[in-house]
């Protein structure tokens, strides 16, 4: 009978886990794709960028810029123009007479430094393009007049040679010349 009893549970046991439901594996959820949307950036304007800004950012004009400082300039240079600067280099600046610069930018010298600085700027915004075909004088800021003139061989102020030209700025435009402009 022991043999009968444990024959009928264990087929008992058998016909239960076969009518047990059967494990199955769990469905995941269909993917949902994640709509990702690009940051929104704002575009910020430049800064203005000054004709001091244009001057000190480059190099080549780093004389020139201590010099705008010294005359006492620099405000007025960022100021809101337009001006047209016919921009002297450093290697223009080297070539004045041994010690002039030196003389120029010490305190007791100001008033003339800045004479000649404003020698260098004509009020309102003037092109490369707008320069006129034959010698015209034309008021510096210093109220003297300088001789300009777009020649076939090339633009000059004075006799000096334009090198560069059309270099904008927010208040105006820097020609590179070389050669510093003294005023008669």
Known sequence: MKFSLIAVAA????????????ETTPVEPAAVEEVVTEPVVEEVAPA??????????????STL?????????????????????????????AAL???????????????KLAAILTYH??????????????????????TATVSVVAAPEGATVNGVKITAADIAASNGVIHVID??????
């Open 11 to 22: 087929a008992s046991a058998f016909v239960l886990a076969a009518c047990a439901p059967t």
């Open 48 to 61: 203005p960028t000054t004709i001091v800004d244009v001057a000190a950012a480059n190099p080549d004009f």
């Open 65 to 93: 810029v201590a010099a705008v400082q010294a005359a006492g300039l620099a405000e007025t240079l960022a100021g809101e123009g337009p001006f047209t600067v016919f921009a002297p280099t450093n290697a223009a600046f």
């Open 97 to 111: 007479p041994a010690g002039t610069l030196d003389s120029l930018l010490l305190p007791e010298n100001k008033d």
């Open 121 to 142: 700027v004509v009020p309102g915004k003037v092109m490369a393009a707008d320069l006129p075909t034959t010698a015209t004088d034309v008021a510096t800021v210093n």
């Open 179 to 184: 050669a510093v402009l003294l005023p008669k």
